[in-house]
């Protein structure tokens, strides 16, 4: 019996139809070792790991990986979009209202969709997005001080 292996990002790449690229690449493992990064901070990431690249193919890199399902774009109200490696699990987010900081938290009781709609429209319910708003401990802190 052989121990099953993570698979590398290029067959993660693959599985998902995609063509491997060394951008492609860079930007799956610069999203996935960040924390919910906007759109700049991971064309830094995948230039410090591969050079030059632009932004719009970082765009169209994001759009591609999210539509295969390996990234998750969000978009706090107020805030540019957000992108994480957490996918496939119906996790939410908390979001502090000050500094802008985002977390995940993990859904409280029960299988996905967390929550039960009252009325679903008709609407075959398959996943519920829910942001918490506050203050994350260091703005909740300096605003007490």
């Given at each position: ?135 994350c401990p260091d703005c909740s802190t300096a605003r007490?001080?």
């Open positions: 019996m052989t121990a099953s292996r993570t698979p590398t990002t290029a067959e993660e790449l693959r599985g998902a139809g995609l063509r491997v690229t060394a951008a492609r690449v860079a930007l799956l493992e610069t999203v996935r070792d960040g924390d919910h990064l906007d759109v700049e901070a991971i064309a830094s990431g995948v230039r410090d790991r591969v050079g030059h690249v632009s932004l719009q193919a970082v765009y169209e890199a994001l759009h591609a990986l999210t539509a295969a399902g390996l990234v998750r774009r969000i978009e706090p109200a107020g805030s540019p979009a957000r992108f994480e490696g957490r996918v496939g699990d119906n996790h939410h987010h908390v979001v502090c209202r000050s500094c802008g900081a985002v977390a995940d938290v993990d859904c409280a009781v029960g299988h996905a969709p967390c929550l039960t709609s009252s009325d679903d429209h008709g609407f075959l319910i398959d996943e519920a997005e829910v942001t918490y708003w506050g203050l007490t001080s």
